[in-house]
């Protein structure tokens, strides 16, 4: 782990220890797209999927009630939210990790025919690694989904002023579609381009 690895797991750790017991009441009301990013998912037949940042493990619990035979797994580089994460779902398969590098193989002992960022990607210190990262893990076939703040260009500029000034208090730094699109996504933009879904494909 690097120091700059170390500093951050140091802030995740501290902030999400005091927010995870009202995490998911307070993230509806802003983390938008995410429920329309899962049913793109289950949309297409996958058997594996690891979620990088799942959080309380709201995500994987929704995607295993519709989907039960699959295989489930989480990336997660706090611990506060990784202990949440695993009490909530005992039938997936965690690892303490950061995005940049982490062993996704090891997770599920295979490589996932998925992986999945939800409104994670805006907090990692070193996002295109992240991604491109991911994309070469992911099984030959397989797809890397991601949902997020998009640049907000779409809101009237002091609301879109106050949130990127908000968000930064956190560390998150909403995410450039053209930027995404550099990196091989297909994208579709939310209502204002307030969140942005993005799909990567890997080649067989």
Request: aromatic share 12%; hydrophobic share 45%; with cysteine.
């Amino acid at each position: 782990m690097t120091p700059e690895q170390t500093e951050h797991r140091v802030f995740l750790n501290r902030y999400y220890k005091a927010a995870r017991s009202i995490y998911d009441v307070t993230r509806k009301y802003y983390l938008f797209g995410r429920d329309r990013a899962l049913d793109e998912l289950l949309a297409a037949p996958w058997a594996s999927l690891v979620e990088v940042g799942p959080g309380t493990g709201r995500n994987l619990e929704i995607l295993q009630r519709r989907r039960a035979w699959a295989l489930y797994g989480g990336i997660e580089a706090a611990d506060a939210m990784l202990e949440r994460a695993a009490a909530r779902c005992p039938w997936a398969h965690f690892q303490r990790a950061f995005a940049e590098d982490a062993d996704y193989r090891s997770v599920l002992g295979v490589p996932p025919q998925r992986i999945f960022f939800s409104y994670c990607l805006s907090m990692v210190q070193r996002r295109e690694e992240a991604l491109q990262h991911a994309l070469h893990e992911v099984a030959p076939g397989g797809e890397v989904h991601v949902v997020d703040f998009a640049d907000l260009r779409g809101l009237p500029r002091p609301l879109a002023a106050g949130l990127r000034a908000w968000l930064e208090l956190y560390r998150v730094t909403p995410l450039d579609p053209g930027w995404l699109a550099a990196q091989g996504a297909e994208l579709v933009l939310g209502p204002g381009r307030y969140y942005v879904l993005a799909r990567l494909r890997r080649p067989r």
